[in-house]
């Protein structure tokens, strides 16, 4: 539960921030252009800050700072726990500055103060410090070979990583995809996503204090498909991380293809199915698939947005849940501690959302609850559940990205998974049971990249987090997402002066 402390630290600190029109977190260069953009407080629509607006231009600069920074400066040459102690010393000025995270979030992107604090900081900082002691262990094999030969392999740096960022948890996607990378040895450029550029370009401010070299991290603010698509089809960017829409996704991998063939590894959409099983416990169940879709807004990509509920125990679990939703409260969270759900990011998110709640509407799908927005200004929705929802609605197809959940009905094991498995996604999955056999046949059968099994949400540092299929492939988080700025190098000796 939100704690007051929190909520009154970063109404103070966002009071600050506005007064002085965030200068303390502008970037601190000029795009070469001069072009800024705004960004928005999503509770009121109000321009709360104007942000350098970087293009081609700026990303030359950036992959140029970062390419000298990678061939002449320290940081790929600094023995592994060097880097490490530094990025700790990261991870401890991220926690040490979480009101102040936690205030931008709130006025950047509508996010509550206590989920930033507890969420997005204890990611990122628990990703630097994953990563952190990963720094030192960073090695190869010896190989026997054949003949009269041995060999080595030496894992080095790639070099120049993009990571290109969403909007729904902007410190997190930092935090997480910078870790590795810097660990690593390599050397980045971030671009945060236009409508949150302010925690990216704070928190390169305070790894700057921690003791990273410049050139380093480089922030290039700015819009997709100028920014974006300039680091995606940059020939000395030699990885690219992306955390976003599928679409844009298909586009990096085009443009990767068009210049140097760089590795490219998306995150991409999801439309992840929970299943909840007749003896469940209702209860959990019914808190499970509230979080598991109006967290955050329901603007996370692993929103289990399909609830399947076993037909013997439905009109229970429909009624609890109705019960239930009438206590959400849809506010501002910056005001008020008790607000469960903050507004959406931006205008155009807003209305997408309300776009397919009125699709759900038109297609024959039944409202249990909300339906429309809400609040006299900003872009808030009321918590909407749908039942009567058939697989080939597009509300049940498509990510919606907004508190929006699709409640369907089923009858046995077999029927569930494969209903949750009509999907060209595989992002997440839940199940909820306290059959073990029944969750572990789910757990194996279904396509997603992370099945939980009487939970939801859960996420952790050391576990690898992304999907397959249309939700894209590569993890963020464990140490399967360190080999994504390592290139392996074979190295063959003779094991005679002249083995020929
Ligand atoms: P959403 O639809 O949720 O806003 P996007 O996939 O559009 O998600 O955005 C995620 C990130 O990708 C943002 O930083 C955005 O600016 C960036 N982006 C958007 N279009 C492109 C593109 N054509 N090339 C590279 N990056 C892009």
Redesign the pocket.
């Known amino acids: 539960p939100p704690r007051m402390e929190d909520v009154m630290v970063a109404k103070r600190l966002y009071l600050l921030f506005t007064e002085h029109q965030c200068k303390i977190v502008m970037p601190h260069v000029s795009s070469c252009s001069g072009r800024t953009f705004e960004t928005r407080d999503p509770r009121t629509g109000e321009v709360i800050a104007t942000v350098a607006e970087g293009d081609k231009e700026d990303v030359d600069l950036a992959v140029k700072a970062a390419r000298d920074a990678f061939d002449h400066g320290e940081w790929p040459l600094m023995s592994g726990s060097e880097r490490g102690r530094i990025m700790t010393r990261f991870a401890d000025l991220v926690e040490q500055h979480a009101d102040e995270l936690a205030a931008l979030e709130s006025l950047d992107a509508g996010k509550h103060p206590a989920v930033t604090k507890a969420v997005d900081i204890g990611n990122a900082a628990g990703s630097l410090r994953y990563f952190a002691g990963a720094a030192d262990k960073i090695h190869g094999e010896t190989l026997k070979m054949q003949g009269q030969f041995q060999g080595y392999t030496l894992r080095e740096p790639l070099g120049v990583a993009g990571l290109?960022?969403?909007?729904?948890f902007p410190t997190t996607m930092f935090g997480i995809k910078v870790a590795p990378a810097l660990a690593a040895g390599c050397t980045m450029v971030v671009?945060?996503?236009?409508?949150t550029p302010l925690s990216a370009l704070y928190l390169a401010d305070l790894a700057k204090k921690a003791g990273i070299p410049d050139g380093v991290i480089n922030v290039v603010p700015g819009?997709?498909?100028t920014?974006?698509?300039a680091?995606?089809s940059h020939m000395n960017v030699e990885m690219i991380s992306?955390?976003?829409?599928t679409?844009?996704?298909r586009?990096?991998m085009e443009?990767s293809a068009r210049s140097n063939l760089k590795p490219v590894y998306l995150e991409l959409g999801g439309k992840s199915p929970l299943i909840i099983f007749d003896d469940a416990d209702l209860d959990m169940a019914v808190e499970l698939a509230i979080s598991a879709n109006f967290f955050n807004k329901g603007e996370a990509c692993i929103a289990a947005s399909r609830v399947y509920v076993q037909e013997s125990i439905y009109d229970g679990f429909e009624k609890k849940l109705a019960e239930r939703m009438k206590t959400w409260v849809v506010g501002d969270p910056l005001n008020d501690p008790t607000v469960n759900q903050g507004p959406q990011v931006d205008k155009a998110?807003y209305e997408r959302v309300l776009s397919y709640i009125e699709h759900g509407k038109r297609e024959g799908a039944t409202l249990l609850t909300g339906g429309k927005p809400c609040g006299q200004k900003g872009y808030y929705i009321e918590p909407t559940v749908f039942t009567n929802v058939k697989e080939d609605m597009i509300i049940a197809k498509e990510e919606i990205?907004g508190p929006v959940m699709c409640l369907m009905k089923f009858k046995t094991v077999e029927e569930a998974i494969a209903r949750a498995n009509e999907t060209p996604y595989g992002l997440g999955a839940g199940v909820v049971t306290r059959d073990l056999d029944v969750a572990n046949r789910v757990v194996r059968s279904v396509r997603a990249g992370l099945v939980w099994v009487n939970c939801y949400f859960a996420v952790s540092s050391d576990c690898p987090f992304g999907g397959r299929r249309m939700s894209g492939f590569g993890k963020d988080e464990g140490m399967h997402a360190l080999d994504k700025f390592l290139a392996v190098k074979s190295v063959v000796t003779p094991l005679r002066a002249s083995p020929w």
């Open positions: 290109i960022i969403p909007w729904n671009k945060p996503a236009e409508q819009f997709g498909p920014a974006g698509a680091i995606a992306f955390t976003g829409s679409e844009v996704g586009l990096i443009a998110q990205f």
